[in-house]
Nanobody, 116 residues
């Protein structure tokens, strides 16, 4: 069992930056594939970025070149650096942990609002 707690959301102007953090506890974090998802009002939850236990990353086309996912296995954290934010990035952002058993875990979410 793993617990995930996100932080770092907030209100930012278009073109601004935010850094989301996800703290993990309760299991062997380093073997998990970690990811960030988001869900905008009235829309389905969508994948934003993932990072494997070996550090291989992947991104949704909509955030490539603007967002960077990273992980710190020493401190059991995963980050999402978001630059050049757009109003369409407004959503609740969720941290996800995928165990080798394929069971996955979710955080409670953090709100990101991009507005002038």
């Amino acid at each position: 069992q793993v617990q995930l707690v996100e932080s770092g959301g907030g209100l930012v102007h278009p073109g601004g930056s935010l850094r989301l953090s996800c703290a993990a506890s309760g299991s062997i974090f380093s073997v998990y594939t970690m990811g960030w998802y988001r869900q905008a009002p009235g829309k389905q939850r969508e994948l934003v970025a993932t990072i494997t236990s070996g550090g291989i990353t992947s991104y949704a086309d909509s955030v490539k070149g603007r967002f960077t996912i990273s992980r710190d296995n020493t401190n059991d954290r995963v980050y999402l650096q978001m630059n050049s934010l757009k109003p369409e990035d407004t959503a609740v952002y969720y941290c996800n942990g995928l165990a080798p058993s394929r069971r996955d875990y979710w955080g409670q979410g953090t709100q990101v609002t991009v507005s002038s």
